[in-house]
């Protein structure tokens, strides 16, 4: 795999993941869970901010000392899912603006299907991370993307928890530009477009919708 798809190895990330599979797991634990993965993850995904030498003046003495600067960051959660990631980046960067995509898949055609998109206006200048926590066939990530880039956005991260090999394909061929970070890749996809072995349906875990 190339350097556009970061895989995290990391046993903090890897043990969160491991009980979200679990189908034991409640919604509430669930989505706490999901939030620290997105945090572990923004970590590492913003490790590009840009930054600068401020002039600091500690109890000791005054010193040239490096803060973010520049770029905006705009978080863009895809409808409902990503939603749980949200907290888990504002933590790291609490001025980022938030948009909102959403997407369902039409469970017959696998197809994503738009139902909203509220953007901040100034996003085409803004680093744009993209949050949904499941990579399946990759339609909702490409079609998030597309919205994005139609609005003038140069700079996409996509941020997943779980991929599928399949996913991971779709986007990078549709998108080579962007730059991937997925908390793990899973097998396979099943016929009915879910993630093999994953943990169903993300935004009914999250939302106890069933
Ligand atoms: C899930 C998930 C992704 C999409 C992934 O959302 O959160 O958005 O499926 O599948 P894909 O890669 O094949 O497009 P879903 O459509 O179930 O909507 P929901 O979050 O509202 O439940
Ligand atoms: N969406 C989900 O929530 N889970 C999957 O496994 C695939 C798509």
């Known amino acids: 795999m190339d350097n556009q798809v970061v895989i995290f190895d990391h046993p903090l990330i890897s043990h969160k993941i491991s009980i979200l599979r679990d189908v034991n797991t409640g919604s509430k634990q669930f989505r706490e869970l999901v939030e620290e993965i997105a945090m572990l993850m923004g970590y590492e995904a913003l490790r590009d901010l840009p930054t600068e030498y401020v002039e600091v003046k500690t109890p000791i003495t005054t010193t040239k000392s490096k803060m973010i600067t520049g770029k905006k960051v705009a978080i863009v959660p895809i409808l ?14 609490p001025t980022a603006k938030v948009g909102h995509i959403g997407l369902y898949r039409d469970e017959e055609t696998l197809e994503p299907q738009e139902y909203y998109c509220k953007l901040p206006n100034d996003i085409a200048n803004s ?46 061929s549709s998108h080579p530009d962007i730059q991937l970070y997925c908390g793990c890749i899973d097998e396979k996809l099943n016929e009915n477009g879910y993630i093999v072995p994953g943990l169903g349906d993300a935004g009914d875990r999250i939302f106890g919708t069933k």
């Open 80 to 93: 409902r899912a990503g939603l749980g990631m949200v907290e888990g980046i504002l933590a790291l960067i």
């Open 127 to 172: 680093i744009v991370i993209i949050l949904d926590p499941m990579l399946a066939t990759g339609g909702s990530a490409v079609a998030a993307v597309d919205f994005l880039k139609a609005r003038g956005c140069k700079n996409i991260k996509f941020m997943s928890l779980i991929a599928a090999p399949e996913g991971i394909k779709k986007l990078t």
